[in-house]
């Protein structure tokens, strides 16, 4: 089991930018790696995920060009850089991960996931 702690949100204007950060620790290796977020009255929807040797990448439409996915794996670290945020970002973000890339875009299919963090931007 891989437990996993977000940090790095907070409250942005629209246009600003914002750095997530996801330390994992327990059983980390080989982990593909992933954010989604969650809005309220939304369903939880996938943002971005990285593979373990960091080789693959992959991003939702709305947040391509703007959104970075990053990891460190000496320090167990994803990182999420979200720069020209817009109102509509604004969401719950999660980590999640898996031991199988084929799944890490999943909301509903197995894997480790974080308590989350608070990203508000304002118009």
């Known amino acids: 089991q891989v437990q996993l702690v977000e940090s790095g949100g907070g409250l942005v204007q629209a246009g600003g930018s914002l750095r997530l950060s996801c330390a994992a620790s327990g059983r980390t290796f080989s982990n593909a790696m992933g954010w989604f977020r969650q809005a309220p009255g939304n369903e939880r929807e996938f943002v971005a995920a990285?593979?373990?040797?960091?080789?693959?990448?992959n991003y939702a439409d709305s947040v391509k060009g703007r959104f970075t996915i990053s990891r460190d794996n000496a320090k167990n670290t994803v990182y999420l850089q979200m720069n020209s945020l817009k109102p509509e970002d604004t969401a719950v973000y999660y980590c999640?991960?898996?031991?199988?890339?084929?799944?890490?875009?999943?909301?509903?299919?197995?894997?480790?996931w974080g308590q989350g963090t608070q990203v508000t931007v304002s118009s």
């Open positions: 990285i593979s373990w040797g960091s080789a693959r990448t």
């Open positions: 999640k991960a898996d031991d199988r890339w084929s799944r890490i875009t999943n909301t509903d299919d197995g894997g480790s």
